[in-house]
């Protein structure tokens, strides 16, 4: 009796084996029953079997959306060639599990025929033409976000909308774009919450800029900045600071009052020895713009720079925008290189590092409103030889006088150049209008013929201009 049990369970043992190795020998060479690849099914097919299927099947080129057909192109190959073989054994094993799964799956075998698709950029067009109406009149939701105000960092909650995710959609287009009929479910768009990582990131990188501080360097200065002194209100989305920094233009303004010559009074020592003050119209000098400013310091904070210079936050008027004589700190901003008109003595004089290398006698402006020189500190705006200058005569007519030399150092087109047609040289020839040849000119400092090439040389772009 016990040798007949011991056979019968043995028998069993057997058949179980031979049963659970057929078994697993069939699954680990067929597709589990509800396997499709590409959109086709190749449920019970071997790699073969599934690929001898897939390659012959058409691809349908149609999309549907929430159901609706928004795109039927026309029937393609597959695009599936005998190099892509191999993609069905791997796919057969990723898929394999130890018991038969009634699990629905569909897997992808991409192909460069597949990826080149001709009809992808349509498929995808009107994926984004159909979100962007199912879209109308619907709201966004708006993320929430981590903004630092009055050096605290706050979290701000989003608020939800109803508009489709459209960005999701076209991940999942791309997602499944190997497929011949693509099949997407539309979502609604998500805010981001004050707990995900993208905002709790931003709340990270804010809390960095407080307690910071950096040294501002204007020229021979430093100043110490805090983040609080700068920074108004900062966030950080998508890997960058956004600042507002109206907190500093009270710093600014300070700085600017101390050391800033754009619009202020010069004391200058005259040829003479004098020591006069200038009015302050001239356009010589720079200023920090506060918001220029602003930006600086605050990605010097967020950067963690201990130091940052002005030199790049500066402004001017006229001709350079972006200030002259920065840096410049002898002579009260002046420099040692310049050039000095006296209007009384009708005479320039060319300084270089504290030398006079020229002077010569010049006829300037008509003593009038209308075409006197202004007064007060310039600069070379630009110089040109040969050059045509132009404008109207006191009469109203225009003129086109050629120069060799041109050197214009005010915006209303004052400058130096030689003044070939000019008959009356003498000391008071400007007093008088009228004839350019004989009294004083339309504001700019006529030059003799044989000086204005030294002077032309002798002076530079953005060197001051003292007029007097």
Known sequence: MQLRLKYLITIVVVLLIVLLGGMSWHQHTHFNRNVTINGVPVGGMTAQQAYDKVKSTKRANKVYLNGQLIYHGNATDSGISSQDRDQFTKALKKQVT???????????????????????????????????????????????????????????????????????????????????????????????????????????????????????KVENKQYRLTSDDVITKATYQNGKYQFDTAAVAGKIKQINRSQATLGRAFKFKTHAGNVITTNRKGSYGWKISPERAGQTLAQALADGKKEVSAEHDIYGIGYNTRGTGYGVTSNDGLGDTYAELSIADQHVWFYRDGKCVFDADVVTGANNPEQETPKGVWYIMYQQSPSVLRGKNSDGSNYASKVQYWSQFTDSGCGFHDASWRKNWSKTAYLSGGDVSTGGSHGCANMHPSDAGTAYHDIQVNEPVIVY
């Open 98 to 216: 130890f018991f038969p799964s009634g699990k629905q799956q569909n897997m992808l075998v991409w192909t460069d025929q597949i990826r080149n698709d001709q009809q992808s950029a349509a498929k995808r067009q009107a994926v984004t033409n159909r979100i962007q109406q199912m879209n109308q009149g619907r709201r966004a939701p708006v993320d929430a976000y981590a903004v630092l105000e009055h050096g605290h960092v706050k979290l701000v909650a989003g608020k939800d909308g109803n508009q489709y995710d459209q960005a999701a959609l076209l991940r999942q287009f791309k997602q499944h774009a190997a497929n011949g009929t693509v099949r997407l479910t539309a979502r609604q768009a998500q805010p981001l919450s004050t707990q995900s990582a993208t905002v709790q990131n931003e709340k990270k990188q804010l809390q960095k800029l407080a307690g910071r501080s950096v040294q501002y």
